[in-house]
């Protein structure tokens, strides 16, 4: 049964997973870190490496923010693979390219721990409000093994298949939910610009076959400008976006939707908007029409 549970990396992902277990009967602990310094006031234990986290945990969830984050909290004396042993599972949350996640598969398979790749698609307040969907994939038993825990965080968590389909899913949706988003704005700019009203176009688009998940999400947002505060910075699409545009490229396809898209988080990035809510896009595109009637 799992009960010590070490999370490496206790951001957005990461930060709710120990919210939501702890109360549940689930010790949690992380690496002593700057940010890290206030988990035990909220009932979390801390350890100076990742080594020691691994030793202590019958599992290790890491959800970290790059490529370079993960291969310093896993390598080296002081990693988390130092301290893999019998009976570990280390649960691989983050979006990395495919080939990262089978590097990392590799590594571990040096050592007597297991892995599974099981990354989550959702913002805070969509975990909070149990839509948030965690994609297991690997060796089916380990999975099940650990999908009573997943469930608490994730009550929509599905065994997909093989290791490394998980992240193979969430790249798709990530690609999905930039473009939408890019297309909501854009189509409510265009109504804007009709002289519709934002509160009528909710009320009407909603409801209608252009409604989505997406559009719920987002058009209140825009049509408040409520780019601040947000549980779902920009900064999180315009990483991954280049992620999911490397993994197009190595499948050679054209993606000329996924690159027009990946095109308007950049310009976010260099309107120094990357803290802004994803919809802020919408401003990005309003601009563009300012210079055009210039």
């Not at 307040?125 to 690997?138: E, L, N, T």
């Not at 608490?152 to 193979?168: A, D, L, N, S």
């Not at 050679?252 to 802020?280: F, H, M, Q």
Request: glycine residues 12%; contains cysteine; proline residues 5%.
């Amino acid at each position: 049964m799992v009960e010590k549970v070490g999370i490496l990396g206790l951001g957005l992902i990461g930060g709710i997973t120990a919210e939501i277990l702890m109360p549940e009967g689930y010790e949690c602990a992380a690496v002593r870190r700057p940010s890290t310094e206030s988990f035990p006031d909220t009932g979390g234990k801390l350890f100076e490496t990742a080594r020691e986290l691994a030793e202590w945990a019958d599992v290790v969830i890491s959800a970290l923010p790059s490529t370079q984050a993960s291969r310093t909290a896993l390598e080296g004396p002081d990693g988390l693979l130092a301290g893999a042993h019998e009976g570990l599972t280390i649960i691989e949350m983050n979006t990395f390219p495919v080939g990262e996640k089978e590097r990392v598969r590799d590594q571990v398979g040096d050592t007597p721990a297991q892995i599974i790749d099981c990354p989550l698609s959702g913002t805070q307040p969509i975990i909070r409000a149990g839509k948030g969907v965690i994609m297991m994939s690997g060796d089916e038993t380990l999975c099940e093994s650990v999908k009573p825990m997943l469930e608490k965080v994730c009550p929509k968590t599905f065994y997909v298949g093989e290791y490394g389909t998980g992240i193979k899913l969430k790249l798709m949706i990530n690609f999905m939910v930039g473009a939408n988003t890019v297309a909501l704005a854009e189509g409510m700019l265009f109504g804007a610009e009709m002289g519709l009203d934002p509160e009528l176009m909710i009320d009407i688009v909603g409801p209608s076959a252009a409604g989505s998940t997406v559009f719920g999400m987002r058009a209140g947002i825009i049509k408040d400008r409520a780019w601040q505060p947000c549980a779902g910075p920009s900064k999180l699409l315009w990483k991954d976006l280049d992620i999911v545009e490397e993994q197009a490229d190595a499948l050679g396809l054209s993606a000329p939707l996924l690159r027009i898209c990946n095109d308007y988080y950049k310009k976010i990035e260099k309107a120094g908007r990357l803290e802004d809510e994803c919809a802020v896009v919408y401003e990005i595109l309003e601009g563009e029409i300012t210079k055009a009637a210039e």
